[in-house]
């Protein structure tokens, strides 16, 4: 766990830093390892440019009711950059002064950059679960059959992204039948040629595809004693698993993506991908320079 404080509202109102600040907002926020991915790359680049010595970043604890003040006194601060976690994405997303067009679509902004006229949005989370699964599984999306387990905030973001990248097919299944049918009515029209199904877990059309990349976007896996969202023996067999739980770090789908011999990775991967997008959209330093950083503060603070 990160030695970063958690801060509140009453610290903001009193923020008196001069350098560079950024931060993560979110109810709970205290387990985010965020704080400790961001200031170890922010080490690295200080080390080898000045400018970045006074970088800092920082956490607070912020009930969803008191966001739209919080994002007023980051802006009176001067605070240079934002991230959002749960339950914030989706709600400053109506709150933005501008809003990246690719964040449009997934209904959700995780990362603001403060500008002249305000809060700017974008979404990071595609990018991070895209370069997650070509890294770590060897697969683009582009091209994939993906079955996607899910229909919440997650899902909708990771459905977003597989489209947009170009997937061969998109069959999504999730628990709750008006949640899934809630999730097919926002991607179908962003869908185009790309063939869309929606099914419930035990239930897998016959004709599915050999050699899917499964993402779950459930958050069953979390709690110990979970089931898994999917019973991938069922499947033809997929070419790769990914979840995007990596705490725990052995969801009860990864252990049978191990028993049945396929790639598999957890989610730590697209955290790290989003947090350092995110740090690009901020500095301009390209992604793929920080995130080794990243992931080595990430792994650490979860170890
Ligand atoms: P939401 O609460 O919006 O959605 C939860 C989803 O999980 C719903 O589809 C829900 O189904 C399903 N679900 C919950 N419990 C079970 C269960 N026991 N069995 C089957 N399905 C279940 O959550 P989010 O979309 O925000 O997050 C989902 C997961 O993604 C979380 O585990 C989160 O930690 C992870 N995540 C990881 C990120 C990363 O960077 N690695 C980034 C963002 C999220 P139903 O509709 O039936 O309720």
Redesign the pocket.
């Known amino acids: 766990m990160s030695a970063e404080p958690v801060l509140t509202l009453a610290d903001l109102a009193a923020w008196a830093r001069p350098g560079t600040s950024l931060a993560v907002l979110g109810h709970p926020i205290k387990h985010s390892v965020s704080p400790a991915m961001h200031n170890a790359a922010l080490a690295q680049l200080a080390a080898v440019d000045p400018r970045y010595a006074d970088w800092r970043y920082f956490r607070f604890e912020v009930p969803p009711d008191d966001l739209p003040r919080a994002l007023e006194l980051l802006q009176a601060a001067r605070f240079h950059g934002v991230n959002l976690t749960?339950p914030h994405k989706v709600i400053a997303f109506g709150r933005v002064a501008r809003l990246d067009p690719a964040a449009q679509p997934a209904g959700a902004v995780n990362t603001l950059r403060l500008e002249p006229a305000g809060w700017h949005g974008f979404n990071t989370?595609g990018y991070?679960l895209a370069t997650a699964i070509r890294a770590e599984l060897g697969r683009p999306l582009a091209g994939a059959h993906v079955l996607l387990l899910?229909?919440?905030?997650?899902?909708r973001g990771a459905a977003v992204e597989c489209l947009r990248q170009g997937c061969a097919s998109l069959a999504i299944a999730?628990?709750?039948a008006g949640?899934?049918q809630a999730l097919l009515d926002i991607v179908r029209p962003l869908a185009g040629a790309i063939p869309v199904r929606g099914f419930a877990?035990g239930e897998a059309p016959a004709d599915l595809p050999a050699g899917m990349i499964v993402i779950n976007?459930?958050?069953?896996?979390?709690r110990p004693g979970?089931?898994a969202?999917v019973d991938l023996a069922a499947l033809p067999r997929p070419a790769a698993v990914y979840d995007?739980?990596?705490n725990p770090p052995r969801t009860p789908l990864l252990q049978a993506a191990a028993a049945l011999g396929l790639p598999h990775a957890h989610?730590?991967g697209?955290?790290v991908h989003?947090g350092a997008k995110a740090l690009e959209l901020w500095t301009g330093v390209p992604a793929h320079c920080t995130a080794p950083a990243m992931a080595a503060a990430a792994r650490a603070a979860l170890a």
């Open positions: 749960v989370d991070g899910g229909a919440g905030g997650a899902a999730n628990r709750s949640n899934l877990p976007a459930t958050s069953a896996g979390l979970d089931p969202p995007m739980i990596y989610g730590l697209m955290l989003q």
